[in-house]
């Protein structure tokens, strides 16, 4: 195969630029310069997949300091439709939001499709989640879609291999995403709106190792690091990373696909990781479940039944500012709508604190001495509960055909 | 029975100041003046059962102009307790609502649980609707109850009939609305807190005349007329308003409980109402019905999923500012929670809007002619889909022993 372009864009809009390099691990600072403004890395994308992030407006993303936010392909191709967005002026008009726009090309959700779907060497034969009709995505049609919407950022269709998957299942898998990655490099029309590819591999390092180098050699604006953190144990997950980010070119935004609890994005940024994206802070916050320094909190929990402070001493987000811990509690057991929407501002408020606090660090040289401070104070959900709780949902998902979800 | 207190009240907070009497109608304009601002009338209430209008916050209510809101001691009684709210420094505090607040006694609440309630000369006994718990409401608790919440506008605990019930039975209820507001009269610690009674006397004009006459002659800072909107047609509604309407004191406020739809408030403005309260705009909005000047529309109708502008060209709300109508129609399609929040928005601002234009035509001295305006542009919802559809609800509210609902 022949390498199809090479570093088209360099300076400018669609472009990275890296500020610093930590010396004392691979954390880097950087700013990604997109059509929809400059978005400060490392960065945390909050999930809207179906052109909103639930329960929140734009307005509230900007005064939480969202500078950029992910939307899914899949969701939007399926309802309300490509037509109809690009009719509306594109995925920003049509949800009013003037900031920049990464979207997932699909390939997470029709591969979690489980027997939904069919992979050909043309592309994926597709049954929706939401009526069944039959649909057929190829590497072309998945960028198309995405310069439709007017994504800034846009991802290759990939084969996602299970996390269980055998050697040579998952070295298939790496195949068509190759192939697919290829294609999807030709289709894409560059100018200022980037295309990322996304490096798999499995839990398998040899087969990390030759996607990473084959990926990189086409030469894509960013590359995401795919097919982790789906239901494996977290000190593999950091294994693979770690192993997978340093062979990614140092000039080229990296992104971990759906990881984002608070304790591996600091691993990650650690790794040498620039943006992230997981529904986590958005979905535990419905359930009641609030992100701190300190860990995450129940709400529902008697303790906070008669707290007055807020929930978070060291937090000054809209939620903290103006309600107290006991209010919340009292509209969580009320299954309030509000209890929803105060919690998800919070999270996301606590992810955006969490991003600017490693950027500074990096910037001064901190970076290290942030996360052994992070580390001390946070105290992550067991891994038993956590992996049960996962693979639980995942189960949940692939059962549902899930991904409604977000 | 004595006359226990005469106008205690008469100018500064805690009063009514009446600003202009339509010539052609009973339709006034006045202000409300109470501890938490003033609230300029006529006035339309959202409703905030549980300590929070569903969907918005404090911040939402003040831009879309709300200055006063209804909370209900029934439910706030039972959760989170009034011993919390009050530790919490009061309803206000609690919920971070610096606006004013009407609370409602509960005995509408207490009155639909039907078989879980029984009355005695003393009070009432009831179960509650979320546990079962037993529970024993007097009138002087009632008061209690809402002078710890820290309520700008109290009502009376009040015997609600069955809209169905016999001449006798709605005559001994009426018997014991009156000795019950008399108990919360002297109950009742004046001072700026205001306190309404409450007429009923069902469907006979009757006992609605000696229920204002007797309520009148004891002189409280207010008159509600309750018992109303229950089921039957509005033109009894109408009559039996306006049979009411013009035996209670010029100089007082008058609120019309419960009854929120566009049409029938700017009859009761006509009709010489100060304040409604109604769970209609916000509920009618979670169910994706928006008010327009023209009137209802089902924004999850076909005809909405490609219509680029505001769901009303006439409408300057936060949502229609935003938003196309084909976005909100997405939402709906996809069950956001947005979705539920946008809507409350515009219905609330609608509200707003109505009760603003009504205001201003009175002081104009064009109510009348505001009205032959609205009712030819306003379609109502069809009579008898409106009676089905009422009754349908009262009846899974009382299977339910609901008032979960709001």
């Not at 960065?43 to 929140?56: C, D, E, I, N, R």
């Not at 060497?121 to 995405?146: K, M, N, W, Y």
């Not at 289709?187 to 996304?198: E, K, N, P, Q, V």
């Amino acid at each position: 195969m022949v390498k199809v372009r090479r570093d088209t864009i360099t300076s400018g809009t669609g472009s990275f630029r890296l500020a610093k390099t930590s010396s004392d691990s691979g954390a880097r600072a950087g700013e990604l310069l997109t059509p929809h403004g400059s978005v400060p890395t490392p960065v945390f994308l909050p999930v809207g997949s179906q052109a909103t992030v639930k329960t929140v407006t734009p307005g509230d993303l900007k005064s939480i300091g969202v500078h950029m936010l992910l939307a899914n392909a899949y969701h939007l191709y399926l309802r309300p439709g490509v037509t109809l967005i690009e009719r509306m002026g594109g995925l920003h008009r049509f949800m009013d939001w003037d900031g920049a726009v990464l979207t997932d090309s699909g390939g997470y959700q029709i591969f979690s499709l489980a027997n939904l779907r069919k992979v050909a060497d043309r592309g994926v034969v597709f049954r929706s989640h939401i009526d069944g009709s039959l649909h057929s995505l190829t590497p072309e049609l998945a960028v198309e879609i995405q310069q439709s919407l007017g994504a800034d950022v846009m991802m290759v269709l990939d084969d996602v291999p299970s996390s269980t998957g055998s050697f040579e299942e998952v070295q298939r898998a790496v195949q068509t995403t190759h192939i697919w990655a290829e294609r999807c490099l030709r289709a894409w029309s560059s100018g200022d709106r980037m295309l990322f590819a996304i490096v798999q591999g499995g839990l398998f390092p040899e087969l990390r190792h030759s996607s990473a180098a084959y990926l990189t050699s086409l030469g894509f604006s960013g590359y995401a690091v795919g097919g982790l953190s789906l239901g494996e144990p977290k000190a593999q997950t950091r294994a693979m990373l770690e192993e997978t980010a340093v062979l990614l070119p140092p000039g080229k935004p990296r992104y971990l696909m759906g990881v984002g609890s608070p304790e591996d994005i600091v691993d990650g940024v650690g790794a040498g990781i620039d943006i992230f994206d997981s529904v986590l802070p958005t979905r535990v916050a419905r359930n009641g479940s609030l992100l701190t320094w300190r860990g995450k909190c129940n709400i529902r929990n008697s303790a906070y039944r008669e707290m007055d402070g807020p929930v978070d001493s060291d937090c000054d987000c809209y939620t903290c500012r103006h309600f107290s811990a006991a209010y919340l509690h009292h509209l969580f057991r009320c299954e309030e709508l509000l209890a929803y929407r105060l919690a998800t501002v919070h999270n996301l408020s606590f992810m955006s604190a969490l991003m600017g606090r490693m950027r500074r660090a990096i910037m001064e040289g901190e970076f290290k001495s942030f996360r052994e401070r992070f580390r001390a104070g946070y105290q992550p959900t067991d891994e038993e509960v956590r992996l049960a709780q996962k693979r639980k949902w995942l189960d949940a998902r692939n059962r549902r055909m899930a991904i409604e979800d977000e």
